[in-house]
């Protein structure tokens, strides 16, 4: 599919800026513009809201069945279309095709849980403390007009995970996608165009982010707010809707550790962990990054991490073959390259990777660093990027201290043969998502979400359906 120029959805019509601007799209794997992207300003935001009210009005009266099938009819264009769409999200995000083939269908897997949660909303009878003619009720309502902001790593994926719960519900919502990656979450909106949702129930616009989320969160259309991002921008936003007491989602920044313990299968856990890592080149909110390994198998293990990354694959996510694209922009680059010098400077050993592949593009060779000291930006800020840093400890205790030791608490992941260990490790590692002898494997159907800095808050199960209700006590007297 030949790369689109992309136009904001308002009102259910595709348009322009009403002024007429727009942003530069860039191909990661070149470096070249590949396509433009409409910004939005204010007044194209008030159109939007506008919007939003009205369809708001529409679809929380629409039945839960009826919003359920227009949801299912979305999810299999989606899948249609997978394919096409696979093809404009790795040129402007980078990430291999089969990896972004593989997120648009994940996505309608999402859309198709959703849509049938969505059906089991339930309020409840309560019986009466005394007269029987008393009927109580809790109803559960959809909250009103939600406003989404998501980043450009999964530009499908972080999007469909609010939009399906937001729509299950009975919820409108406005959608501040990414401009560097504007075609995918586009086709996604497309996708339930296409599928007869009411005009309004769905906004899509681009632009600054900080003039968008500040307009969007203090009006008094908006109810809701939920944002994937980093965990500075978040506690930001969280704080703008504190003040206009707007309902919060945030799942944010991680620095997942990696507790490779004493009995665990070496082989199991580099082709675990190392797939884990370098999947879109590192650029993943739940990627494994500090590796905890005891130092009885450290130097087996790293030996091992460093064949796994070495014997990658690196180049043009549209090239077959590729196992691992490029940074989605140069900042991503110039990322790496600090936080390799600095980590070396510190004491840790380059063990493999380390440097840029080539001028043209943002490709960055798989790096893993050794020995690394707990003073290493690496060892205490997320790189997001294609980098692991590998230390040893003595004891589990030890390992599970420095595991909680950072404000983060998105992801985790261990590898044991024991159940002991297994349990311990459930019980005291302060995550909200914790994968043992396993990668990573979020599902529409399990809770996601981070505590402590890492955001609160659930995108998936049951649980992310709470965050668009209100639930209200009704009680009636019949006489």
């Not at 599919?1 to 601007?21: H, S, V």
């Not at 969505?118 to 409840?124: F, H, Q, S, T, W």
């Not at 030996?303 to 090239?319: P, Q, R, S």
Request: with cysteine; proline share 6%.
């Amino acid at each position: 599919m030949t790369y689109p120029n992309t136009q904001l959805f308002i009102q259910g019509e595709w348009r322009d800026a009403k002024a007429g601007e727009s942003l530069a799209v860039f191909n990661p794997a070149t470096g070249q513009e590949i396509g433009r992207v409409a910004h939005a300003r204010q007044a194209d935001l008030d159109l939007a809201l506008a919007a939003a009210q009205k369809g708001f009005e529409t679809w929380r009266d629409t039945p839960a069945i009826t919003r359920s099938k227009t949801m299912r009819a979305a999810a299999a264009l989606l899948r249609e279309r997978a394919g096409a769409i696979a093809a404009l999200l790795t040129q402007e995000q980078g990430k291999p095709l089969a990896e972004a083939k593989g997120e648009v269908l994940a996505g309608a897997d999402i859309i198709d849980w959703f849509a049938d949660e969505g059906l089991r909303v339930y309020g409840r009878i309560v019986p009466s403390r005394g007269s029987l003619a008393m009927r109580q009720m809790v109803l559960k309502d959809p909250v009103g007009p939600v406003a989404a902001f998501t980043p450009w790593n999964f530009p499908i994926n972080q999007v469909v995970r609010k939009l399906a719960a937001a729509l299950a519900t009975g919820c409108s919502m406005i959608v501040k996608a990414p401009e560097e990656t504007p075609a995918a979450p586009a086709e996604l909106v497309r996708a339930f165009a296409d599928a007869g949702l009411p005009a309004g129930v769905l906004g899509l616009v681009y632009g600054t982010p900080s003039e968008i989320s500040s307009y969007l969160i203090a009006h008094p259309v908006i109810r809701k707010i939920t944002f994937t991002g980093s965990t500075p921008v978040g506690k930001q936003l969280a704080a703008m809707a504190g003040q206009h007491m707007k309902r919060v989602t945030m799942e944010l920044g991680g620095h997942a550790p990696v507790i490779v313990a004493e009995d665990a299968d070496v082989a199991l856990a580099v082709k675990t962990a190392g797939g884990a890592k370098f999947r879109n080149a590192g650029q993943v909110c739940i990627s494994p990054t500090r590796f905890l390994v005891h130092e009885s198998i450290a130097k087996e293990f790293s030996a091992a991490l460093v064949k796994h990354a070495a014997g990658l694959a690196v180049g043009d996510g549209l090239t077959e073959g590729t196992q691992m694209g490029p940074l989605a922009n140069p900042r991503r680059v110039t990322a790496m390259a600090e936080f390799t010098q600095d980590a070396v400077e510190r004491g840790a050993t380059l063990a493999t990777g380390g440097g840029r592949i080539g001028e043209a593009g943002n490709f960055w060779q798989p790096t893993i660093l050794t020995d690394v000291p707990l003073n290493a930006r690496v060892f205490n800020d997320e790189p997001f990027g294609p980098m692991a840093a590998v230390r040893s400890f003595n004891t589990l205790d030890e390992a599970i201290a420095e595991a909680n030791r950072l404000p983060y608490g998105l992801a985790g992941y261990a590898f044991t043969s024991s159940l002991k260990n297994a349990d311990l490790l459930a019980r005291r590692v302060e995550v909200g998502m914790l994968w043992v002898n396993m990668p990573a494997m979020p599902s529409a159907e399990m809770p996601f979400g981070g505590i402590k800095d890492s955001g609160y808050g659930s995108e998936g199960g049951p649980e992310a359906m709470e965050a668009y209700l209100n639930a209200r006590a009704v009680s009636i007297m019949n006489v």
